[in-house]
């Protein structure tokens, strides 16, 4: 069965600052695709960054970038210069081309303070 | 681009009583997906469509949701007769079929928050 674990419900950073979310999955399979993914309050869910599991280079969008250890089965989120309006859920999520399904994390909601 | 739309976009109604949802999709994505998001809980996915096809439909409670998509475009989702336990946010995504750029990314709707009472 495949898991995703976010074991950081909440967070907080002050604005400007840097801050890492954590995620983990579970997953027999060595080919997949792991996605950060962000939910503003007004609930439209919009991709963050996404990394392909065959590339050991992390992917870097702007001021978001990940740290993917495939062996720890880890792949956290760290954003630079925090803004406000990063204030959001930030689901984690990965699929298996083999089934097209997604498996998404609980969650972590994150407050940028100002 | 025009992104996923659905509506609407809130809907309160009583216990036993039916709601359907519809979601339109970005033009040309093959693949569409329903989403039940309970509060402080990431989405579960109900059912897949590619075009007009099912995909997957294994965590649909078939007793009571059903879901279309007909002509592989718009789709509804149904809810008859509603429970208590159903309100959450219905999330309606979808994505490109065999595309090589983010082929499995999944572009979201804004919801729909259904209330039941």
């Known amino acids: 069965a495949q898991t995703v674990t976010q074991s950081q419900p909440e967070m907080s950073v002050q604005e400007a600052e840097t801050v890492t979310l954590s995620c983990t999955y579970d997953t027999s399979e060595n080919n997949y695709y792991l996605f950060w993914y962000k939910q503003p309050p007004s609930r439209q869910m919009i991709l963050v960054i996404r990394?392909?599991?065959?590339?050991?280079q992390n992917a870097t969008e702007n001021r978001f970038s990940v740290n993917f250890q495939k062996a720890a089965k880890s792949f956290s989120l760290k954003i630079s210069d925090s803004q406000l309006g990063d204030t959001a859920m930030y689901f984690c999520?990965?699929?298996?081309?083999?089934?097209?399904?997604?498996?998404f994390g609980t969650g972590t909601s994150l407050t940028v303070i100002p | 681009e025009a992104g996923v739309a659905q509506s609407p976009r809130y809907k309160i109604i009583e216990k036993r009583q039916s709601v359907a949802f519809w979601c339109n999709p970005i033009s040309g994505h093959a693949t569409l997906y329903w989403y039940q998001q309970i509060l402080g809980q990431g989405p579960k996915l109900l059912i897949q469509f590619q075009n007009n096809g099912v995909v997957d439909d294994s965590q649909l409670p078939k007793d009571r949701f059903s879901a279309e998509r007909l002509k592989g475009v718009d789709s509804t989702l149904k809810i008859q007769p509603a429970k208590l336990e159903d309100s959450a946010v219905y999330l309606c995504?979808?994505?490109?079929?065999?595309?090589?750029?983010?082929?499995?990314?999944?572009?979201f709707g804004p919801g729909t928050r259904l209330t039941v009472t």
């Open positions: 999520a990965f699929i298996l081309p083999t089934g097209n399904q997604f498996y």
């Open positions: 990394q392909e599991a065959y590339k050991q």
């Open positions: 995504a979808s994505s490109l079929e065999g595309a090589f750029q983010g082929p499995y990314e999944q572009y």
